[in-house]
Nanobody, 121 residues
Framework: QVQLVESGGGLVQPGGSLQLSCAASGTIYELYAMRWYRQAPGTKRELVASIDSSGIPNYADFVKGRFIISRYNAESTVLLQMTSLKPEDTAVYYC???????????????WGRGTQVTVAS
């Protein structure tokens, strides 16, 4: 069984910074893309950033230049460094990972339970 656990959310003032962390544990054979999504109340879940197994990142336009995604494959961990935070960044942030649990098994996606980020003065 695979679990993704996020941490690092909280309350921060506009212009501030936070770092989110997501650790994957369990039976992981190979870890492919890891992603951060977010969902604000009354809105659809949206992709914030992704990073592939080679470490190549991609960002949504609304976070480019402010957020940095990184991963540490040895620890099956993905980080999201968020700077210059705005009130509109307020949301629950979810970690997502695409992985296989054994040789020859199909890829599947797993989700964390989310961590709340609130940007307010």
């Amino acid at each position: 069984q695979v679990q993704l656990v996020e941490s690092g959310g909280g309350l921060v003032q506009p212009g501030g910074s936070l770092q989110l962390s997501c650790a994957a544990s369990g039976t992981i054979y190979e870890l492919y893309a890891m992603r951060w999504y977010r969902q604000a109340p009354g809105t659809k879940r949206e992709l914030v950033a992704s990073i592939d197994s080679s470490g190549i990142p991609n960002y949504a336009d609304f976070v480019k230049g402010r957020f940095i995604i990184s991963r540490y494959n040895a620890e099956s961990t993905v980080l999201l460094q968020m700077t210059s935070l705005k009130p509109e960044d307020t949301a629950v942030y979810y970690c997502n990972a695409r992985l296989s649990t054994g040789w020859g098994t199909p890829l599947d996606e797993y989700w964390g339970r989310g961590t709340q980020v609130t940007v307010a003065s």
